[in-house]
């Protein structure tokens, strides 16, 4: 029998999904009787990661498994280096939805470090077949394992709504952080195309609450709610919305089919990999508000439809995007690297 492996896991608080996911990895290691050790550094360490090295506990622990934005910081150490790529924010099609301030640090703070850590770790992992492809087209380095992320199904599935529900407006939800990428400067012109026939809540995501002064009919802003809370209000909507223009992977889109909700967005980066359009929800050209509009009003016409996608979500988020199966593909990568 294969002993339980001891992973220490260094991470940089940053509000963002990138805590999701080493959080759920943590958690899943845990639950399949590994010894995984977690390990938050303020956000201020991004700035200098090599900071973290002075914390291994290289005697109590197998291997590391890093992000790529830090990982360079444990090259050379006694035990092997695994690093995560969750998006690369070198990829070409990531430059319009930055700062000119933001790409000048990523250009002389980032992308070196994350250089070294792609380069020289035992194994590349990446989040989506998107992001594998940009690591592979931007560091030439080709093994690199596209594993997808994962929710807790026993948590986020669906409920039935009572029949009280029925005569109601059409309920989106949208989930994340306020940033150009994410399409907060085509939020207001997206209600006013909506209209009153729509109710439209919205989450603060993880670094802060909505702060908006915009008011209209119907638009409810949540600020950061639990995570519970989040389930239950993917549970009330009828379908998902987003308009972020880039994803490494899509967090809200397989938590909303999960929860047995067609997604709706635009057709973009890793968002792709996670939704099949027509099947669980509807993509449309990156930025075309007028047809994520019309995508909306589909739906909401259409009752059935808007069901069967939400049956199919459920469905695909089952059979592609199980946790058990994530884990048992990061554990074996482990196993090899040790052997």
Same mark, same amino acid.
């Given at each position: 029998m294969n002993k339980p492996l001891r992973v220490w896991l260094p991470a940089i608080r940053v509000g963002s999904g990138a805590d999701v996911f080493v959080e759920r990895l943590a958690e899943g290691l845990s639950r399949a009787g590994h010894l995984p050790r977690l390990q938050w550094f303020p956000h201020s360490y991004e700035f200098f990661p090599e900071l973290m090295r002075v914390y291994v506990p290289v005697k109590e622990i197998d291997l590391i498994h890093a992000g790529s934005w830090g990982g360079n910081a /444990?090259? !050379?150490?006694? =035990?092997? $280096? =695994?690093? *995560? =790529?969750l998006h690369l924010v070198h990829d070409p099609a990531y430059a319009p939805y930055r700062t000119a301030a933001q790409a000048i640090y990523h250009r002389v703070h980032v992308r070196w470090r994350e250089g070294m850590a792609i380069r020289a770790s035992a194994a590349i992992t990446a989040i989506s077949d998107y992001v594998a492809g940009t690591v592979r087209s931007v560091f030439k380095r080709n093994d690199v394992h596209a594993i997808p992320c994962w929710v807790d199904l026993d948590r986020y599935k669906p409920v039935r709504l009572s029949s009280s529900e029925v005569g109601r407006p059409f309920r989106l939800l949208m989930v994340g952080n306020q940033t150009k990428r994410k399409g907060v400067d085509l939020f207001e012109d997206l209600v006013k195309g909506l209209g %009153?026939? /729509? %109710? $439209?809540?919205? *989450? !603060? !995501?993880l670094r802060m609450v909505h702060s908006r002064t915009f008011h209209a009919a119907g638009v409810r802003f949540l600020g950061r709610i639990s995570e519970q809370d989040l389930i239950q209000e993917y549970q009330r909507c009828d379908a998902v =919305?987003? $308009?972020?223009r880039y994803e490494g992977f899509g967090y809200t889109a397989l938590e909303g089919m999960a929860c047995g909700k067609p997604f709706i967005g635009f057709d973009t980066s890793g968002l792709s990999n996670v939704v099949a359009h027509g099947e669980t929800g509807m993509l449309v050209p990156t930025n075309d508000l007028r047809a994520l509009i019309e995508a909306c009003r589909t739906l909401a016409a259409d009752a059935a439809k808007c069901e069967t996608m939400g049956r199919s979500a459920r469905a695909r988020a089952v059979d592609h995007f199980k946790g058990e199966d994530a884990i048992e593909r990061y554990v074996a990568i482990y196993r090899n690297v040790l052997s």
């Amino acid at each position: 029998m294969n002993k339980p492996l001891r992973v220490w896991l260094p991470a940089i608080r940053v509000g963002s999904g990138a805590d999701v996911f080493v959080e759920r990895l943590a958690e899943g290691l845990s639950r399949a009787g590994h010894l995984p050790r977690l390990q938050w550094f303020p956000h201020s360490y991004e700035f200098f990661p090599e900071l973290m090295r002075v914390y291994v506990p290289v005697k109590e622990i197998d291997l590391i498994h890093a992000g790529s934005w830090g990982g360079n910081a /444990f090259i !050379g150490m006694r =035990v092997p $280096l =695994v690093t *995560t =790529v969750l998006h690369l924010v070198h990829d070409p099609a990531y430059a319009p939805y930055r700062t000119a301030a933001q790409a000048i640090y990523h250009r002389v703070h980032v992308r070196w470090r994350e250089g070294m850590a792609i380069r020289a770790s035992a194994a590349i992992t990446a989040i989506s077949d998107y992001v594998a492809g940009t690591v592979r087209s931007v560091f030439k380095r080709n093994d690199v394992h596209a594993i997808p992320c994962w929710v807790d199904l026993d948590r986020y599935k669906p409920v039935r709504l009572s029949s009280s529900e029925v005569g109601r407006p059409f309920r989106l939800l949208m989930v994340g952080n306020q940033t150009k990428r994410k399409g907060v400067d085509l939020f207001e012109d997206l209600v006013k195309g909506l209209g %009153e026939s /729509f %109710e $439209l809540s919205c *989450t !603060g !995501g993880l670094r802060m609450v909505h702060s908006r002064t915009f008011h209209a009919a119907g638009v409810r802003f949540l600020g950061r709610i639990s995570e519970q809370d989040l389930i239950q209000e993917y549970q009330r909507c009828d379908a998902v =919305v987003s $308009l972020s223009r880039y994803e490494g992977f899509g967090y809200t889109a397989l938590e909303g089919m999960a929860c047995g909700k067609p997604f709706i967005g635009f057709d973009t980066s890793g968002l792709s990999n996670v939704v099949a359009h027509g099947e669980t929800g509807m993509l449309v050209p990156t930025n075309d508000l007028r047809a994520l509009i019309e995508a909306c009003r589909t739906l909401a016409a259409d009752a059935a439809k808007c069901e069967t996608m939400g049956r199919s979500a459920r469905a695909r988020a089952v059979d592609h995007f199980k946790g058990e199966d994530a884990i048992e593909r990061y554990v074996a990568i482990y196993r090899n690297v040790l052997s």
